[in-house]
């Protein structure tokens, strides 16, 4: 998968350079726009870098920045459009010794969108030399639409250095690694729950703090968060108590999805409320999605609130989030057959 990629990429580059440049830009943008899908906007068509936020970080002029302490790449995806918008989503994802994580890749390029790096993205450490070797042979032909999250593997090398060293901006301030962005009609939150390394989840951590003055500044009907730890899970890590300072601050404003990794499975769960209860008018769908290609890990006690595990299959969560609501589909890899479905609407 690396080497398709990446002789891809090196015919691609020929051809663009073997071409009258105002002609090439033109053909492009209007191949990029017959590709996207029904009512999307593509990625690359987007107003970029208007919105990517973290704390302490300054807007520029025409720009709503309030994220994790640097201003917003040139780059970030956000879209202006009102209509259906794609998020791609998966954690856990790859490693030089595994060939999965290829297969996975190969799901993403087949799909435009957005997409969400849930964490431990370069195993076994996420060193410098892992970024390099392992994910951007596979994963990193996406980089310029992908939105990440640290893992606990990449805080094994200090400060997630090689994270946010190959992530750049993206990634928000190294400090926090936390930020927010615009996609279509929905307001999505990239949080770190790694919280011993940058001062805790709990309430008047900063990033609790953070979280609650752009969800306030943002009152925005639709909101998905994600971070690696998942509050709620039935795979051998477990529930994440430390988290639940994210999670409680979301189910208040109204929070509809929150995605996860760090168990090496799916999981779907039904809508729950900050005790973990299910709240069906106005709770928060969890999916916990560490399949992006690393390894699989066995279930523990499926808990009460669990609608769909699996642990088997290698693939990638597709989310179409429409202005009032959202779908999704579990994507495996080829040659396997288990999928899940859902849908639902913004509280």
Not at 189 to 199: F, K, Q, R, V
Not at 204 to 230: F, I, N, R
Not at 263 to 276: K, L, S, T, V
Not at 323 to 334: K, L, Y
């Amino acid at each position: 998968m690396g080497a398709t990629l990446t002789a891809r990429m090196r015919t691609q580059t020929a051809l663009v350079l073997g071409i009258i440049g105002g002609l090439v830009i033109i053909g492009l943008a209007a191949l990029v726009i017959g590709m996207a899908r029904p009512g999307q906007t593509a990625i690359a068509t987007a107003t970029l870098g208007s919105t990517l936020t973290g704390p302490a970080s300054t807007p520029t002029a025409g720009a709503s920045a309030t994220g994790s302490g640097a201003p917003g790449p040139s780059t970030a995806p956000s879209s202006t459009a009102v209509g259906s918008v794609t998020l791609i989503a998966a954690g856990d994802i790859t490693s030089c010794a595994v060939t999965s994580d290829s297969a996975t890749a190969m799901l993403v390029e087949s799909i435009p969108g957005t997409v969400a790096a849930l964490g431990d993205d370069a195993y076994d450490t996420g060193s410098a030399r892992e970024y390099r070797d392992c994910y951007d042979p596979t994963w990193g032909a996406f980089l310029d639409r992908t939105r990440p999250v640290p893992g606990n593997h990449e805080y094994l090398t200090s400060g997630a250095a090689g994270y946010f060293d190959y992530f750049g901006l993206r990634a928000g301030n190294p400090k926090g690694g936390y930020y927010a962005y615009d996609l279509g009609a929905w307001r999505l939150y990239a949080l770190n729950s790694n919280c011993a390394d940058i001062g805790g989840c709990g309430p008047g951590s900063a990033e609790v703090v953070w979280l609650k003055a752009d969800l306030a500044a943002h009152p925005t009907q639709c909101v998905l968060a994600y971070w690696h730890h998942p509050r709620f899970s039935s795979g051998e890590h477990g529930s994440n108590a430390f988290v639940a300072g994210l999670w409680d601050t979301l189910d208040a404003a109204g929070a509809e999805i929150v995605l996860n990794g760090h168990d090496h499975d799916y999981e779907r769960f039904a809508p729950m409320a900050a005790d973990g209860g299910v709240d069906s008018a106005n709770g928060i769908v969890e999916f916990v999605v560490g399949t992006g290609g690393r390894s699989h890990y066995p279930f523990n006690t499926i808990l009460a609130t669990s609608r769909v595990h699996d642990n088997t299959t290698f693939g990638v969560l597709d989310i179409t989030l429409s202005p009032g609501g959202w779908s999704s589909r579990f994507v495996p890899v080829a040659g396997k057959t288990f999928t899940d479905t859902a849908s639902g609407t913004c509280h």
